[in-house]
């Protein structure tokens, strides 16, 4: 039997201390392609809507794809965006009927008129499709996920690797448990557990650390225990100011609820007991600039990262502290990026290539969170429109763009300044715009963890350092106010030993 199928990514990551909201002009910057095109351009990559394909290939499905939309997170959506994307999947929903749905989301978005963006949207399709049919759904492992969430959706799978290299591999998990949700063969729904924190001590990094033995046992929980369909453990976006925030384990199940229940606690309960086991060392800009002084040239560079500047969770991309003490360390032989600046971009962009200039760059945003601008001279190496295609294991074959950008070169620093704020997760980050990492002794980007698929295959060393911009990790800077209290790490002394055991 085919069975018709609607399927959809709307995915943000929304940082709610962040004053850029997040608009139809920065999803049709990055991502908001419709049906066909969506699948033409983003059906043979690391995407949901790629995984989801291949379920519709194995499964005979007749599959409907509303939409592809994703920006890179920023502020939260804006009514108009929110309204608007949320209506053509709802509206898609109503025009047809439908055996299922499977969802490629975040879980973590935020629009100006409700903290639960996911959810919201959840509600809506059930006010249309009604209680019964079956709704699966993908989650980044940094999802905030919400009680709304799990009562409103039967299947919830997150991704289990941090760097995501398993967008495809989790739509291809989703969308089998919901063929069998389809097909009657089963019954699932999903339990969740919350802890009082803001996120687990490393962020859900997957490589190293106390995650891969989680991830593991979530792995043989799902091979070995009869009824155990999905077992997901998220991570949380921590620089969401909202009620639920927070890591999660979920369990997407049928039968035994004590059983599946008391084992996602157990995972929680790890989660809570290793708070303080951080396996990163954050260092000062100041301290990482003396060690990349001194560094060596060696088979591959020094990878610096700027985990607070990271354009990835929200922040503006234009802090100028880490660049700031690598100029005056005296670092060479180095590259940085992106240093975010529009304004400077075109200018160089209209002076062109050899120019030597003088130009004020970065610390526009905020610069309480980063530094104030910097003032530097330095000659343009080349100038861009900003487009690039990635190559890496993230983003391999998708097309993606900086806006016009230049690089200039500063004391034996290239430095690449661009109009839009993305993460450094591809070394075409860098080669597209005719700098080499793998030849530099010295690389500093900005990023928290998925640098790592590309850059550490390159890396002698990697450091990371918190610069002070908008995701730093001394939460008490940022001005939270809708979080439950007390909330680890923030209430250290007023926290209990052990946490709530709650969930639905």
């Known amino acids: 039997m085919s069975f018709k199928v609607l399927t959809a990514e709307f995915m943000h990551e929304s940082n709610t201390f962040s004053t850029r909201k997040t608009g139809l002009p920065e999803f049709r910057r990055e991502t908001l392609m419709l049906g066909e095109e969506a699948v033409k351009k983003r059906g043979e990559s690391n995407t949901g809507l790629a995984g989801a394909l291949s379920c519709a290939a194995e499964f005979n499905w007749d599959m409907h794809h509303v939409v592809s939309a994703w920006s890179e997170p920023s502020g939260p959506v804006t009514v108009e965006a929110y309204e608007y994307l949320t209506r053509l999947i709802v509206d898609a929903s109503r025009a047809q009927k439908f055996d299922g749905i499977l969802l490629c989301l ?15 949207l959840l509600a809506r399709l059930r006010a249309v499709v009604g ?9 980044d492992l940094h999802a905030n996920v919400t009680e709304r969430m799990c009562a409103l959706a039967q299947i919830l799978v ?3 690797t941090y760097p995501h290299i398993d967008l495809k591999e989790t739509a291809c998990h989703a969308g089998n448990l919901l063929q069998r949700t389809m097909t009657g063969e089963i019954k699932p729904r999903t339990l969740r557990i919350h802890l009082p924190m803001l996120e687990e001590a490393n962020g859900g990094r997957t490589d190293t650390g106390p995650m891969v033995e989680r991830i593991a046992k979530a792995r043989a929980w799902e091979a070995e225990q009869p ?10 976006f921590p620089e969401a100011d909202i009620a639920e925030v927070g890591p999660t384990v979920l369990v997407t199940y049928e039968g035994n609820e004590r059983l599946h229940r008391a084992f996602a606690q157990n995972l929680a309960d790890d989660i809570w007991n290793r708070r303080d086991e951080v396996i990163n060392t954050y260092y000062t800009v ?37 660049l700031r003490a690598l100029l005056a360390a005296g670092v060479e032989d180095a590259c940085f990026g992106p240093m975010v600046d529009p304004e400077v971009a075109a200018t160089l962009c209209e002076k062109g290539v050899g120019t030597t200039v003088t130009v004020t760059v970065g610390g526009k945003s905020d610069a309480r969170f980063g530094g104030e601008p910097l003032t530097v001279t330095g000659r343009i190496l080349l100038v861009s429109n900003g487009d690039f295609i990635g190559d890496g294991p993230m983003i391999g074959g998708l097309e993606q763009s900086f806006g016009p950008s230049a690089v200039l070169v500063v004391d034996g620093i ?10 450094m997760l591809d070394l075409q980050q860098f080669r597209a715009f005719g700098i080499d990492p793998a030849a530099k002794r010295v690389v500093a980007l900005k990023s928290m963890q998925h640098f790592r698929a590309a850059f550490e295959p390159i890396a002698s060393s990697v450091l990371v350092c918190d610069s002070g911009a908008l995701c730093t990790l001394d939460y008490g800077r940022l001005p939270f106010s809708k979080i439950p209290r007390p909330i680890y790490p923030l209430d250290r002394e007023m926290i209990r030993t052990t946490p709530p055991r709650s969930g639905v």
């Open 131 to 139: 209680p019964d049919l079956p709704i699966a759904l993908t989650l």
């Open 158 to 160: 997150s991704y289990k």
């Open 106 to 120: 975040h879980g973590a978005m935020v629009a100006e008129h409700t903290d639960d963006g996911d959810g919201e």
């Open 286 to 322: 100041d301290e990482v600039a003396k060690i990349a002084h001194a560094y060596p040239r060696q088979n591959g560079p020094l990878i610096v990262a700027d985990y607070a500047d990271n354009p990835g969770a929200g922040a503006y991309g234009d802090s100028t502290e880490l």
């Open 227 to 236: 009824g155990a369909f999905a077992v997901s453990i998220n991570g949380a």
């Open 414 to 423: 290239e430095i690449l300044v661009t109009s839009a704020a993305l993460q």
